[in-house]
Every structure is written in C-alpha cells, then in structure tokens.
C-alpha cells in the first residue's frame, strides 16, 4: 500500500511516498523521473513524522545522516549504486567514476552509475547529490542543479568553509 504527503522545504515542495509505511520515495517540484503522482496513493499526513522531523533537521543544519528506514524499488545495479551513495558522507562529494570503483566497477561504468544515480527514487536520504563530474563540476540532478548547488552549499556551511571540501559552489 502506498501513501503520500507533501511538506515545504528551502528548495521547495517535497514529495514523501511511503510503501507499506516505509518511506520509497522522494521528490521535488519538477523532478526528473518521478512517478505520476496517481501511482502514490492516498494523500495523508500520517507515517511521515520521522521522515519530515528528520529533513527539517538537515534543512536546519542539525542533522548530517538520517536513519530512516527506506524501501528502494529497482534493479540490482541501481540498488547498488544507491546503497554505495549512502556510504558518501556529509559535506564530502565524489565523481561518477569514484562511485563507481567503490562499488567494485571499473570507472568506466561511470555513466551507468551516473544514470542510475539520476533514477534514486529517495534523494536527499540517499545522498545522489553528493556526486559530481570527475572535473569537480556540478552536473545532473534529478531535482535540478540549484538544488544541488543549494544542498551541497548547506552542507559545506555546516562542515566549514575552510576548503577542506572538493567541491565548488
């Protein structure tokens, strides 16, 4: 059964859907790859606590991981890439072919990363906009790249300004 909500956000409304309570989905206005939102269910406010709790947190700087439980529907490689993106930590960004060798491919599987990094149903938990282009330039987002600039600009806030991070905003 799947549910959804929506709650407002600094880079807009966030889509939260939840299959069988646990959260499955999350999306931004104009979101590339997001579902028909008649595929989500019933809209209601209720199981999203921790999910809005938790991302209020990060919005506010006070949280840098979220221990959300989540339901990510796809094929193996893309469960796999998503999984590797949760290894990415706060304030730190990694190039597609980075990713790729972490997870044990060659960096020449860089681009079926970068697109299965582009398919995350739950971004900003799962942390896809911690990679970036292997010449340190922002590329692709599925909620855009000002909301990439603006995530990886909160994060780098948090951690410091001192340039110990590898990533220009």
């Given at each position: 059964?799947?549910?959804?909500?929506?709650?407002?956000?600094?880079?807009?409304?966030?889509?939260?859907?939840?299959?069988?309570?646990?959260?499955?989905?999350?999306?931004?206005?104009?979101?590339?790859?997001?579902?028909?939102?008649?595929?989500?269910?019933?809209?209601?406010?209720?199981?999203?606590?921790?999910?809005?709790a938790?991302?209020?947190?990060?919005?506010?700087?006070?949280?840098?991981?979220?221990d959300?439980?989540?339901?990510?529907?796809?094929?193996?490689?893309?469960?796999?890439?998503?999984?590797?993106?949760?290894?990415?930590?706060?304030?730190?960004?990694?190039?597609?072919?980075?990713?790729?060798?972490?997870?044990?491919?060659?960096?020449?599987?860089?681009?079926?990363?970068?697109?299965?990094?582009?398919?995350?149903?739950?971004?900003?938990?799962?942390?896809?906009?911690?990679?970036?282009?292997?010449?340190?330039?922002?590329?692709g987002?599925?909620?855009?790249?000002?909301?990439?600039?603006?995530?990886?600009?909160?994060?780098?806030?948090?951690?410091?300004?001192?340039?110990?991070?590898?990533?220009?905003?």
């Amino acid at each position: 059964m799947r549910t959804h909500t929506f709650m407002d956000s600094p880079v807009g409304t966030i889509l939260l859907v939840a299959t069988d309570g646990t959260l499955s989905g999350l999306y931004m206005t104009e979101h590339r790859h997001q579902p028909p939102l008649s595929t989500f269910g019933e809209r209601t406010p209720h199981g999203f606590d921790a999910a809005t709790a938790q991302l209020t947190e990060y919005f506010d700087g006070e949280r840098t991981e979220f221990d959300l439980p989540v339901h990510l529907d796809g094929t193996d490689f893309q469960r796999e890439v998503w999984q590797g993106l949760t290894t990415i930590p706060y304030g730190v960004t990694i190039s597609y072919g980075e990713l790729a060798r972490r997870i044990g491919r060659t960096p020449a599987a860089s681009r079926a990363v970068g697109l299965a990094n582009g398919r995350n149903p739950v971004s900003i938990v799962v942390p896809c906009h911690r990679v970036i282009g292997a010449g340190g330039a922002l590329t692709g987002y599925g909620g855009g790249l000002e909301r990439k600039e603006h995530l990886l600009a909160l994060e780098r806030a948090r951690v410091g300004a001192a340039g110990q991070l590898p990533f220009p905003v």
